[in-house]
């Protein structure tokens, strides 16, 4: 195949940047990376992937933490005929110091094609192209420097928290210390795939959801609070004086009315009716704060689609304080995963096992009793008709 | 497709090391593919325990078991699946037991 990649060129222009930009600075210095930009070059002239479907290989001990990546024409394209990715763990809330970024960033520079994916979609640091031979050197290495390969297939999926208390003062509670105990905990299932498919816990801080806790995993603690809205009226009149407009941006917005400006002060007027949404704390950071008594929800069963469309996870315990050693948590969490690796078909997500075999059966299995909080849509029923 | 030498016959296998002519499998070469690939040798009483329950089950089912099966049918605990075969169930066992590759999720 010739050298010429005129499609691949074309998103080198503009003023954005450009991975291809990067790839063809790469190519410098790694043949698996020219290779690469004509395997995308080839792509491109198909429309169709270039890669072959799957691939089984990892490091001694482990079951998870690499993708196997073959491409179609290994012998036109040599450099990439083996194109493995690993999932390295990333640190609760992806806190780094650039001696760490330098250190990952070196041993991928030596064993594997120095591209990296900071970070993937499923929170893991990914490095991206590694021959089969160099992936237990590139393993032993990073072990050796403190990292770890992250969660694939049928896992515990590299289990992810928001920067929570570390940087963000709406933090309900301390995410970077569950996740960091959850996956320390969990180590075994994070690395040995036992179940039927792949399962996730994602922790956010706060409703915000800065890691979609609630869209992507099977098992999402949300923080909240059990009191009130705590709003500082000094703060509330410096935002109205700056001809903030409080009425029409604030309260106006506000999705069940339980906010008011009384008299130049904002008071939450429907204390009861508040459904944590965040819209006032986010529009008056400076005004407006999550209460006191804090903790988490936890919901089960989001997923993208697979078996069925993609699913948004519901409640199952309205509030729980979350507090090491987080015994309650793990427990329920690992009762979960019995139910559903014992009931659970393959490739079928948690949310998938609930629908098909009901939320009583399920509630009754892990324990919990049914709760006004856990209905997903009230009033969804179309043969009554609410006045 | 690469060719390889297992017990002494010249076997088509795939990138990962399965062997692509189930036909061909016998229990030497299972002790040879155990050799090559998790540096298994001899395999012992359990290392066949599993390989034959996996076999088994493919010939009935034409899937590899579950993880969880596999385990609870044994009476095997995963980490002593890892500790037999370092690669683990899919990559290490099924291999040897010439199952086809079985098809994974990123």
């Given at each position: 195949m010739e050298d010429k990649t005129p499609m691949v060129d074309e998103l080198e222009k503009g003023p954005w940047p450009s991975y291809v930009k990067e790839l063809k600075r790469a190519?410098?210095?790694h043949d698996s990376v020219k290779d690469l930009i004509k395997v995308q070059e080839r792509s491109f002239q198909r429309k169709m992937t270039q890669w072959?479907?799957?691939?089984?290989?990892?490091?001694?001990?482990?079951?998870?933490?690499?993708?196997?990546?073959?491409?179609?024409?290994?012998?036109?394209?040599p450099n990439v005929a083996a194109f493995h990715t690993m999932r390295v763990n990333h640190p609760s809330g992806w806190f780094y110091d650039t001696k760490a970024l330098r250190t990952i960033c070196d041993i991928w520079d030596k064993h594997g094609s120095g591209m990296t994916n900071f970070h993937g979609s499923t929170g893991d640091i990914i490095l991206l192209g590694c021959t089969t031979e160099e992936l237990q050197p590139?393993?032993?290495?990073?072990?050796?420097?403190?990292?770890?390969?992250?969660?694939?297939?049928?896992?515990?999926?590299?289990?992810?928290?928001?920067?929570?208390?570390g940087r963000c003062e709406w933090a309900c509670f301390d995410t970077l210390g569950l996740i960091y105990d959850i996956t320390k905990t969990y180590q075994m299932e994070l690395h040995r795939p036992p179940y039927p498919y792949k399962t996730?816990?994602?922790?956010?801080?706060?409703?915000n959801d800065c890691v979609a806790a609630i869209a992507r995993s099977d098992f999402s603690l949300i923080g909240t609070w059990r009191d009130n809205l705590r709003i500082d009226q000094n703060a509330v009149k410096e935002y109205a004086d700056k001809k903030f407009d409080i009425q029409r941006l604030v309260v106006a917005k506000c999705p069940t009315e339980a906010i008011e400006l009384v008299k130049g002060k904002l008071e939450l007027t429907h204390p009861e009716d508040c459904v944590r949404c965040m819209h006032c704390i986010n529009l008056m950071p400076k005004a407006i704060r999550p209460g006191v008594d804090t903790g988490a929800?936890?919901?089960?069963?989001?997923?993208?689609?697979?078996?069925?469309g993609a699913v948004l996870s519901t409640?199952?315990?309205?509030?729980?304080?979350?507090?090491?050693?987080?015994?309650?948590?793990?427990?329920?969490?690992e009762k979960i995963m019995e139910w559903w690796d014992e009931n659970g078909k393959t490739r079928e997500r948690l949310a998938e096992l609930i629908d098909r075999m009901g939320m009583p059966a399920f509630l009754k299995a892990i324990d919990v009793e049914p709760c006004p909080q856990m209905v997903n849509t009230p009033r969804a029923n179309p043969y009554f008709f609410w006045g | 497709m690469p060719k390889t030498k297992l017990a002494g016959m010249e076997i088509e296998i795939d990138e990962d090391g399965f062997i692509q002519e189930p036909d061909k499998w016998s229990k030497e070469v299972a002790e040879d593919l155990a050799k090559e690939e998790s540096s298994v040798h001899p395999m012992s009483e359990d290392?066949?325990?599993?390989?034959?329950?996996?076999?088994?089950?493919?010939?009935?089912?034409?899937v590899a078991p579950p993880v969880r099966m596999l385990c609870k049918?044994?009476?095997?605990?995963?980490?002593?699946?890892?500790?037999?075969?370092?690669?683990?169930?899919?990559?290490?066992?099924?291999?040897?037991?010439?199952?086809?590759?079985?098809?994974?999720?990123?």
């Amino acid at each position: 195949m010739e050298d010429k990649t005129p499609m691949v060129d074309e998103l080198e222009k503009g003023p954005w940047p450009s991975y291809v930009k990067e790839l063809k600075r790469a190519a410098k210095k790694h043949d698996s990376v020219k290779d690469l930009i004509k395997v995308q070059e080839r792509s491109f002239q198909r429309k169709m992937t270039q890669w072959k479907h799957g691939g089984i290989v990892g490091v001694k001990g482990y079951g998870g933490g690499v993708i196997g990546r073959y491409v179609q024409n290994p012998e036109e394209f040599p450099n990439v005929a083996a194109f493995h990715t690993m999932r390295v763990n990333h640190p609760s809330g992806w806190f780094y110091d650039t001696k760490a970024l330098r250190t990952i960033c070196d041993i991928w520079d030596k064993h594997g094609s120095g591209m990296t994916n900071f970070h993937g979609s499923t929170g893991d640091i990914i490095l991206l192209g590694c021959t089969t031979e160099e992936l237990q050197p590139t393993f032993d290495e990073l072990s050796e420097h403190g990292f770890d390969l992250g969660g694939s297939g049928s896992d515990l999926r590299s289990p992810t928290a928001c920067v929570g208390p570390g940087r963000c003062e709406w933090a309900c509670f301390d995410t970077l210390g569950l996740i960091y105990d959850i996956t320390k905990t969990y180590q075994m299932e994070l690395h040995r795939p036992p179940y039927p498919y792949k399962t996730k816990i994602k922790a956010s801080g706060c409703p915000n959801d800065c890691v979609a806790a609630i869209a992507r995993s099977d098992f999402s603690l949300i923080g909240t609070w059990r009191d009130n809205l705590r709003i500082d009226q000094n703060a509330v009149k410096e935002y109205a004086d700056k001809k903030f407009d409080i009425q029409r941006l604030v309260v106006a917005k506000c999705p069940t009315e339980a906010i008011e400006l009384v008299k130049g002060k904002l008071e939450l007027t429907h204390p009861e009716d508040c459904v944590r949404c965040m819209h006032c704390i986010n529009l008056m950071p400076k005004a407006i704060r999550p209460g006191v008594d804090t903790g988490a929800t936890i919901l089960v069963g989001a997923k993208a689609p697979i078996i069925h469309g993609a699913v948004l996870s519901t409640v199952l315990i309205p509030f729980i304080k979350v507090q090491p050693p987080y015994t309650e948590i793990k427990q329920l969490w690992e009762k979960i995963m019995e139910w559903w690796d014992e009931n659970g078909k393959t490739r079928e997500r948690l949310a998938e096992l609930i629908d098909r075999m009901g939320m009583p059966a399920f509630l009754k299995a892990i324990d919990v009793e049914p709760c006004p909080q856990m209905v997903n849509t009230p009033r969804a029923n179309p043969y009554f008709f609410w006045g | 497709m690469p060719k390889t030498k297992l017990a002494g016959m010249e076997i088509e296998i795939d990138e990962d090391g399965f062997i692509q002519e189930p036909d061909k499998w016998s229990k030497e070469v299972a002790e040879d593919l155990a050799k090559e690939e998790s540096s298994v040798h001899p395999m012992s009483e359990d290392h066949w325990r599993l390989v034959n329950y996996i076999r088994d089950y493919y010939i009935k089912f034409g899937v590899a078991p579950p993880v969880r099966m596999l385990c609870k049918q044994n009476k095997f605990e995963l980490k002593y699946v890892y500790e037999m075969f370092p690669k683990g169930p899919a990559a290490g066992a099924c291999k040897v037991a010439g199952l086809p590759k079985p098809t994974g999720c990123v």
